[in-house]
């Protein structure tokens, strides 16, 4: 089994800043992506930014250049540091995993972290 566990989230003013976590635990043989995901209310997921493991880093066009992942292999933990916040990143934070495991790449999710972004 595998654990993921976010944190980090809260309320903070448009143009501020959150930096949210996320560990993974458990039966871990290799990670093969890690990233973060959000859901605002009455939409669907969509992804903010994703680390593959070779390298390539993605991110979502209306968070590019206010957001960064960074990631701690030896963890198996990703960050994301989140700046000049806007209204409209107000959405749950999911943490998302895919390890790899032979020719399988099961994928696991945290449980969430809400990020409120108002005055």
């Known amino acids: 089994q595998v654990q993921v566990v976010e944190s980090g989230g809260g309320l903070v003013q448009p143009g501020g800043s959150l930096r949210l976590s996320c560990a993974a635990s458990?039966?871990?043989?290799?990670?093969?992506?890690m990233g973060w995901y959000r859901q605002a209310p009455g939409k669907q997921r969509e992804l903010v930014t994703l680390?593959?493991?070779?390298?390539?880093?993605s991110y979502a066009d209306s968070v590019k250049g206010r957001f960064t992942i960074s990631r701690d292999n030896a963890e198996n933990a990703v960050y994301l540091q989140m700046n000049s916040l806007k209204p409209e990143d107000t959405a749950v934070y999911y943490c998302y995993v895919q390890t790899r495991v032979g020719n399988s790449l099961p994928s696991y999710w945290g449980q969430g972290t809400q990020v409120t972004v108002s005055s």
């Open positions: 458990g039966s871990i043989f290799s990670v093969n992506a």
């Open positions: 680390f593959t493991s070779s390298g390539r880093t």
